[in-house]
């Protein structure tokens, strides 16, 4: 596994050193400042590419941006109902997904890649805002409030926002090397 693999044939035995490993990426960062900016950061990364290199992966078995936009939304809706939860329930069961299994079931090919992405992007766009106003609501004991991830065990919202963040992180990194690779062909 790289450090930021997540698959879900590994998720229980590679939830831990993930989990370390996007902390480590997000440092000392504010959390909610790089949850706030993504939304842009995704803008960018798409901004100028045609569909074919939107729909291009950097290599086989890889993803394309438009793969990774599609995941990142994905991933803001499954946040989003384990934020509620852990602010509306006591410690509740937050279930793990296989995110290879969304992409590919979900978002199989379909029509222009540029118009895909656009339209993923206002999801991810509107979900996000949704998420961010709820954390900058919370109190600090309801950050404090946690749930039971499946994989990674106990997991406050505080720890929840510092993982998406590290997770954005991953991504932004992941688009510009995505980027630069399919725009140089």
């Known amino acids: 596994m790289s450090r930021f693999g997540n698959p879900a044939s590994t998720a229980l035995e590679d939830a831990q050193a993930y989990s370390a490993a996007l902390l480590d990426l997000l440092g000392d960062r504010d959390a909610l400042a790089v949850l706030r900016e993504m939304p842009e950061a995704l803008r960018a990364a798409i901004d100028?590419?045609?569909a074919v290199e939107l729909a291009r992966p950097e290599a086989p078995?890889?993803?394309?941006?438009?793969e990774v936009v599609d995941h990142l939304t994905d991933s803001e809706l499954v946040g989003s109902f384990r934020f509620r939860m852990v602010l509306t329930q006591d410690r509740p069961a937050l279930p793990g997904?296989?995110?290879?299994?969304?992409?590919r079931r979900l978002h199989?090919?379909?029509?222009?890649?540029?118009?895909?992405?656009e339209?993923?992007?206002r999801r991810f766009a509107m979900?996000?805002?949704a998420n961010v106003e709820l954390f900058e609501r919370a109190s600090p004991a309801d950050r404090k409030r946690v749930g039971l991830h499946a994989e990674r065990g106990e997991e406050s919202l505080e720890h929840m926002m510092k993982l998406y963040a590290g997770h954005d992180l991953v991504h932004r990194n992941q688009l510009a090397r995505?980027?630069?690779?399919?725009?140089a062909r």
């Open 127 to 129: 979900l996000r805002e």
């Open 61 to 66: 078995g890889k993803w394309s941006i438009g």
């Open 119 to 121: 339209r993923a992007l």
């Open 48 to 50: 100028g590419l045609s």
């Open 108 to 117: 199989p090919p379909a029509g222009d890649a540029r118009k895909v992405a």
């Open 178 to 183: 995505i980027r630069a690779a399919v725009s």
């Open 97 to 103: 997904y296989d995110q290879d299994a969304w992409v």
